[in-house]
């Protein structure tokens, strides 16, 4: 049996280990504790979210509801018009993205966008406080579009002569940016690639890019003169490492061009012989 003060001294060690132990993992178990309070805050936070933007869903359905019975009575549709200045104030949050996908909130949106039963457009103030902000909507993709249906509808704003100018600039828009991943286009004009049959020279050039295009197109008109517009020639300088072959040869084939060679010889020959003939007479 070891000696008291031993006995001691081993218990006051073990203690002392064990309070640097727990002084090392106080801080770990401090964290654990804030990160499970915060995840639990997300989670509370999450789901307030997710009520909120369900309800207004339900709230955007009745209200187009409603409307659809009123025209059919032919009574003013204003339930939509009322509600709208909420579900405006839903969609510019952009931290709501995720709740507006998960809930579907896109589909109340295309039945606010859909004609009333007598074809006519939404009131223009629901086209024009959708269409804006659908455009900031980055996390739309053809998933959110299939389960929503809302392409169809903005599709149908690009076609439709009722529109403003601006709304349907806006649905082409729309459209041009949704299906740019599914045909696999850039955004780019740069890299847009334009499909020819056949070009001028014989030479197939399938996927030109429109650069190559314009330039090519550039070249061709170059010295070409068009009906009913004038073209300022441009004086082209060029550098050679060779000098260019005259082609006087060629414009002695021309007759009209050696007939008047013949003529300025023969001009010329009678001044020499006229000039003689005033200089032998002084």
């Known amino acids: 049996m070891p000696p008291p003060s031993h006995f001691s001294s081993t218990t006051a060690n073990k203690i002392r280990l064990d309070m640097q132990i727990e002084a090392i993992l106080k801080p770990k178990k401090a964290n654990r504790q804030k990160k499970k309070k915060k995840d639990a805050e997300a989670d509370v936070l999450d789901q307030f979210a997710d009520e909120e933007v369900s309800r207004l869903r339900e709230d955007m359905l009745k209200a187009a509801d409603y409307d659809d019975k009123a025209n059919r009575s032919k009574l003013p549709a204003t339930n939509k018009l009322k509600l ?13 993205s995720q709740s507006i996908i998960d809930n579907n909130l896109l589909e109340g949106v295309r039945r606010w966008l859909e004609p009333l039963p007598d074809r006519s457009l939404p009131a223009l103030n629901i086209q024009q406080e959708f269409f804006p902000i659908l455009k900031k909507m980055e996390f739309i993709d053809s998933a959110v579009l299939k389960e929503s249906g809302l392409g169809r509808v903005v599709l149908f704003y ?26 696999k286009r850039s955004a780019s004009y740069r890299d847009r690639v334009v499909p020819t049959a056949m070009a001028g020279d014989g030479e197939v050039r399938a996927g030109e890019r429109l650069n190559a295009i314009l330039a090519r197109g550039k070249e061709i008109d170059k010295n070409r003169v ?11 300088l060029g550098s050679y490492t060779v000098a260019p072959k005259t082609n006087a040869g060629v414009m002695r084939e021309n007759p ?4 008047d060679i013949e003529r300025r010889r023969k001009n010329a020959e009678r001044l020499r012989t006229l000039t003689r003939k005033v200089t032998m007479k002084g």
């Open 226 to 236: 068009r009906k009913n517009a004038v073209s300022i020639p441009q004086r082209e």
């Open 256 to 259: 009209s061009v050696d007939v």
């Open 84 to 96: 709208l200045p909420q579900v405006m104030e839903v969609l510019r949050k952009s931290a709501l």
């Open 158 to 183: 690009t076609k439709c002569k009722r529109v403003t100018p601006l709304v349907a600039r806006h649905a082409n828009d729309l459209v041009s940016a949704w299906s740019r991943p599914i045909i």
